[in-house]
């Protein structure tokens, strides 16, 4: 059987100095080579470094990336694997307050709510709009994206990650 390649980015939006070279340590062993990032410093989070990393692998590998990180304590971070040919793409963000979130994502990047999801959301709101708001957006990752947002904005002046495709 043929592997099929898959491709997306390891986000760390912040990471104790210390904890730097572990974090390249076990990308590396998801993705089955050494990396090195490069590091700059955070401004966000005194004392924390941040890294881009643009990798390639068989499908599953973005969810190896994410598992491989999950519950560092201080790490913020955020991993894609973009959707290709017969597989949906795939976006996990981690924060230490909130834990790991994973979402479906489509050719755009867009999370997909699952179908079941939606309907568990109306179940339990009741009718109740503020309720539905609330489900809805747990169901998106709101709070995981407002923690990260401004690590993600923080960096002014590094380099642009290009999406590999679009549309």
Not at 107 to 121: F, M, S, W
Request: proline share 4%; with cysteine.
């Amino acid at each position: 059987m043929a592997h099929t390649l898959a491709r997306g980015v390891l986000f760390v939006h912040s990471a104790p100095r210390a904890l730097c070279p572990h974090i390249e340590w076990a990308a590396g062993r998801a993705i089955d080579r050494a990396v090195n990032f490069e590091w700059i410093e955070q401004p966000v989070l005194k004392g924390t470094q941040r890294a881009e990393f643009v990798w390639e692998g068989e499908r599953g590998t973005g969810a190896k990336i994410a598992s491989a990180l999950r519950g560092w304590e201080h790490l913020r971070y955020e991993v894609t694997e973009d959707a290709s040919a017969g597989a949906d793409g795939g976006r996990w963000m981690h924060t230490p307050d909130l834990g790991v979130y994973y979402a479906q994502t489509d050719t755009a990047g867009n999370t997909v709510i699952p179908e079941d999801r939606v309907r568990y959301a109306m179940e339990v709101s009741g009718g109740n709009a503020v309720e539905l708001q609330r489900e809805l957006r747990l169901a998106l990752g709101q709070a995981w994206d407002d923690e990260l947002e401004p690590f993600r904005h923080a960096g002014d002046g590094t380099r642009v990650v290009w999406l590999h495709r679009a549309g």
